[in-house]
């Protein structure tokens, strides 16, 4: 690596002649995109860093193991000393767009983590964690720059397309995206709502994307199979997600190495996205958050 390439990852001070990139890329709400081959969808794989909190701390854990009734279960691969805004104010030196900040919890220390989190990266970090229609504003208006749903528009293990509505006209179809984490069931994909603990009705499948691409601008999808675990990613899971889904899309799960986002690169065909998060070092991992920083400027300068 270059001298100079290293001090873009590293260096403590804002980069100020950098501009950022739209978190949002290549969709037109106006103008739907229909096919995994049209030219509006990407095809270059980014990075898409993390910072999850609970319980007003940034925090890793596997999150089949979160629980609304109990905490004896809880699996936790790591808790920083460090608060969101720290974390924030890194992918903003580095120029990493599009990341998200998910609250596993509604609770006070959470929220306001949250809100510091996002004012240190203002408009170009996405919030999920109990959105709804009646928060949604107070939310983009703390520097969302998209809100992340699932549990909201699903009743009793069923898509609720009343819901739906509901939040693409509180937030915009353009500044919602769609967690649509999943796990097999039934040698198909579902849709795990209310912190993963419920599988939903809802498989993962081409009618699936297509329809639900039509009221949000991008989707989320967790592999809870594999999620939290850095034992390597759910392919199947990648590969069908590049091949039908008609909007931009960003995986997460089971990385471990860079080889796993290698594979994520090609088995994604540059249409996946990925989010790392117990691998990377910055949480205790053993992938090093600047070399992924560095295949990441390698990605968008071959584009």
């Not at 306001?112 to 170009?124: C, E, Q, S, V």
Request: with cysteine; charged share 20%.
């Amino acid at each position: 690596m270059s001298s100079c390439l290293r001090c873009c990852i590293t260096c403590s001070r804002p980069h100020k002649s950098r501009q950022p990139r739209s978190a949002v890329r290549c969709f037109d709400p106006q103008n739907p995109v229909t096919s995994v081959n049209d030219s509006n969808v990407n095809k270059t794989c980014s990075f898409r860093p993390c910072i999850d909190i609970h319980k007003g701390q940034v925090k890793q854990i596997v999150g089949s193991s979160l629980s609304a009734s109990s905490s004896d279960s809880l699996v936790t691969n790591f808790t920083s000393d460090q608060p969101a805004e720290y974390y924030a104010s890194l992918y903003k030196q580095d120029d990493l767009p599009g990341g998200h900040i998910i609250m596993l919890g509604a609770d006070d220390e959470s929220r306001d983590a949250a809100k510091k989190g996002l004012l240190a990266y203002n408009g170009f970090m996405q919030l999920g964690g109990g959105i709804n229609p009646d928060n949604a504003a107070e939310w983009l208006d703390s520097g969302a720059s998209h809100l992340i749903v699932t549990s909201y528009i699903f009743q009793d293990g069923e898509l609720n397309e009343d819901r739906l509505k509901e939040l693409v006209k509180a937030v915009g179809r353009d500044r919602l995206v769609l967690d649509l984490s999943c796990k097999k069931h039934n040698g198909e994909y579902h849709v795990a709502t209310d912190r993963w603990q419920k599988i939903s009705s809802l498989a993962v499948n081409e009618e699936t994307l297509t329809k639900l691409g039509q009221s949000c601008a991008e989707f989320l999808v967790h592999g809870i199979d594999v999620e939290g675990k850095q034992s390597g990613i759910d392919e199947e899971l990648v590969e069908l997600l590049a091949e039908q889904s008609p909007i931009p899309v960003t995986y997460a799960g089971g990385v471990s190495s860079m080889d796993d986002i290698e594979l994520i690169n090609r088995a994604g065909q540059g249409r996946v996205d990925v989010t790392i998060g117990s691998a990377l070092d910055l949480f205790g991992g053993p992938v090093s958050y600047a070399e992924v920083v560095f295949w990441h400027l390698q990605q968008r300068s071959s584009s």
